[in-house]
C-alpha cells in the first residue's frame, strides 16, 4: 500500500465487515476517493470500502458508501422514505404497489421496535412505545385503524 502516505494506522478498533474478525480501521486518502480496509495483521488486510461510490451511486437517489459505515443503512433508510414520498405524490401509476410495499416495511419495522424494546434501556423502551401511540393517535385521528 505505498509509502504510508495518506494512510494510517487508526486507533479504532472495528469488527472487520468481511471477515467478522477485530482489527483497526485504516483510511487510504486519494485525491478522488477515501479508501477504507481493517488491519488485522502483517499479512491480514481486508478492503471494506470507499468513502463514496460515485459511479454506482449515479444509478440511485441517492450516494451508497461502504461497510466501514455501520450508520449508512439508517441514512440510506431516510433518504428512501424521502424518494418513496416523492414518488407517491407524482407518479400515481404505480401508487398502490408502492404504498403496498411500505406498508408492509413499516409492519416490519414496528415488529421489530416492539421485540427489541423488551431487550433495550428503558429509556428507549418507552420513546418506542411512546412514537409508535403517536402512530396510533394519528390513525385514529385519520380514521385509518
Ligand atoms: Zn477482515
Known amino acids: ?14 469488527v472487520c465487515p468481511r471477515c467478522n474478525n477485530k482489527g483497526r480501521l485504516i483510511e487510504k486518502r486519494t485525491p478522488h476517493n477515501i ?10 488486510l481486508c ?6 461510490y460515485e459511479y ?17 443503512y439508517i441514512d440510506y433508510l431516510e433518504f428512501i422514505v424521502e424518494i ?4 407517491l405524490r407524482e407518479d400515481s401509476k404505480n401508487r398502490d404497489e408502492i404504498v403496498k410495499s411500505l ?10 421496535l416492539i421485540e427489541l424494546s ?3 434501556d428503558s429509556d428507549i423502551a418507552s420513546r418506542i412505545a411512546r412514537a409508535l401511540e403517536r402512530v396510533r ?7 385509518l385503524s
Open 35 to 44: 479508501y477504507y480496509y481493517v488491519y488485522h495483521s502483517r499479512n491480514k
Open 118 to 120: 423488551k431487550e433495550l
Open 56 to 72: 454506482v451511486s449515479k444509478l440511485h437517489d441517492f450516494e451508497l458508501r461502504g461497510a466501514h459505515d455501520s450508520k449508512r
Open 137 to 143: 393517535a394519528r390513525c385514529i385521528r385519520y380514521e
Open 1 to 14: 500500500m505505498g509509502s504510508g502516505k495518506g494512510r494510517g494506522l487508526s486507533s479504532v478498533f472495528v
Open 84 to 87: 418513496l414520498g416523492e414518488a
Open 47 to 52: 478492503y471494506v470500502g470507499a468513502g463514496r
Open 103 to 112: 406498508v408492509e416495511a413499516y409492519i416490519n419495522i414496528t415488529e421489530l
